[in-house]
């Protein structure tokens, strides 16, 4: 076959699973990391390092076109997950390159595969998370980097530079390989003894000066302990223990840790051929730098190991560096032709896996339209916001599917999970067990998620319905509801709050606070929903929220219900109304 008709054939099959992708992309409920992002980062315009709230999953590069996106286009789930699915045509276009850098078309279709599928990285790509578009610049950099490594080019510098800075701006993760891709081209530099004036000027600004600023940037979340995701495991039954299990469905951790270094065995051997040997030394490079690095960090610092999704840039390294040792070694041993073909166990494993409805990391997190549909028609038919229970994962994404649809549904309930004070309840069946006295209504199709209802209805008297008078202003605080401990104590109540607000800016950022304070002023609840996340701007338009005061067997100092306004912005609010509902405790007694 010719070096055309097999182009043609590979686009052809990235044309194939780019659409496979955008489906995902439109069809796949959000995630929370996803809706956290936009809530957080996105809606607010506020992403930039320094000017931010602090947390790790801040992938700028994504955050700033999602920010970008949403402004042009609408908060649609879509439009936040098209860079990361753009991206993927970035990957499939290296991988396409890549394959042609070798000479044995088994190794070649074996590594265009093994990119091109590769089971749970590539959902990456149609998630709004910074995962796949800074893979897909991880294998620009590596493509560019390997081709200086043989013959020098100062376009290629510039390529690496390029893709290695906006890669670690896309995902953190990858600030290892950023130091080690940097120093190789050093070291190439100094190995051609380069007086090249433009090339030295460009690793200064492109690759040092911001690396220290990502290095220093890295250093201080750890300060502040929010590099939190990963293992203390180790590298091998750790980091490659996780990829064992997501990527190639091995469950025993030393199994799968022993099959990843296999790669690099076959890289040690194959430096003694001449085939592909510039090639194989980069790789081996990077891949035992990357590997090395980590044991430092962890062992001498205490930097937690990186795992499945952060520890996804060694797979690319991995089916390089197995493709081009395989390859070189066929002309010492020529059995070692069909050796590369076990790499097609990825692509026949993404595509027994495939499907539109889920992600595999997260599947209890997706909550399929269906639920709201359930939610909404329930909803209708009351005269009070519905309170639904769910466990920590649920709100955020609960929100966002409840932005989408016109900001009608209620804010969740997680406090004491799974607890029986709620009209409807979203649940994983195989970590929790519902309380009694509630059935089920609708089960995702993954059977991670079960919408619940209460088998009776939950049994409440209004005990308080008061009209508030219209207010206007941009005081940091205004207080609805402030009972008298004595006429509250021991019993379980529900704060309904409503109101007409008109605000010129866009998001309100204001907050429905219920906050209950001990004897010493220590808080024994700090209940708190932004309720930009229900409704970005508010002109006219109604809030309707019901938050839950538990019962406390402690006797409290303080109860509390207020407007939070910390950005002082000017808001008016007519209509206003707050009424409280005490929960029957006979009725709670039959469902404990």
Partial sequence: ?????????????????????????????????????????????????????????????????????????????????????????????????????????????????????????????????????????????????????????????????????LACSASLTLIMLWCLTLAITCAILLRDARNDFRSWLMLLTLGLVPLSLAARYSLELAERGLLYYGTKTGVLLGTLGSLGKWVLGVEPPIIGALLLLIPVVLGVAALRTTTNRHRIAVLLLLMLGELLGRVVLGELFGVLYPVDRTAMHLLPLLILLFTFATDALRTAWP??????????????????????????????????????????????????????????????????????????????????????????????????????????????????????????????????DSTLTDFIGDSEFLELWSPYIDSVQGREWLIEVGARLQSDHMPLELRIVVEVRDEDDELMLYDVVDIEDMRPAFHGDRLHV????????????????????????????????????????DDLSQTR
């Fill in 1 to 165: 076959m010719s070096s055309r008709s097999e182009r043609t054939l590979q686009f052809a099959a990235a044309a194939i699973v780019f659409v496979y992708l955008a489906l995902r992309a439109v069809l796949v409920p959000s995630v929370h990391d996803e809706a956290a992002t936009f809530q957080t980062y996105v809606l607010t315009g506020r992403y930039l390092p320094y000017l931010s709230h602090w947390d790790a999953g801040n992938h700028f590069l994504i955050t700033a076109v999602g920010r970008a996106s949403y402004l042009l286009f609408g908060p649609q789930l879509f439009v936040l997950r098209a860079f990361p699915l753009l991206c993927f045509a970035l990957y499939a276009w290296y991988a396409v390159r890549f394959s042609h850098m070798l000479a044995d078309p088994v190794a070649r279709w074996s590594c265009f595969g093994a990119l091109l599928l590769t089971p749970f990285l590539i959902e990456f790509f149609a998630l709004f998370r910074g995962y796949g578009p800074s893979l897909a610049l991880l294998l620009m950099a590596v493509f560019h980097l390997l081709r200086i490594a043989e013959n020098y080019r100062r376009r290629d510098l510039l390529l690496v530079l390029l893709a290695m800075l």
């Fill in 335 to 464: 059995s070692f032709h069909w050796v590369s073909l076990v790499l097609l166990w990825l692509p026949g494993r993404a595509i027994a896996t495939a499907n539109l409805d889920r992600t595999a990391y997260w599947p209890e997190q997706a909550i399929p339209p269906g639920v709201f549909a359930a939610v909404q028609e329930r909803q209708a038919r009351s005269e009070r916001p519905l309170l639904v229970g769910g466990y920590r994962q649920n709100p955020r994404v609960w929100i966002y599917g409840s932005m989408l649809r016109g900001g009608e549904l209620n804010f969740i309930d997680e406090a004491g999970f799974p607890q029986p004070t709620c009209d409807l309840m979203l649940l994983d069946p195989s970590f929790f067990t519902p309380p009694v006295g509630f059935h089920p209504v609708l089960t995702a199709s993954t059977g991670r998620l079960v919408l619940l209802e209460r088998s009776r209805p939950l049994r409440t008297t209004v005990a308080l």
């Fill in 546 to 585: 019901l938050r839950r005061l538990p019962a406390f067997d402690e006797r409290p100092a303080r109860v509390a219900c207020y407007f939070w306004n910390p950005r002082h912005q000017r808001y008016n609010g007519s209509n206003a109304r707050i009424r409280i509902h005490e929960v029957m405790s």
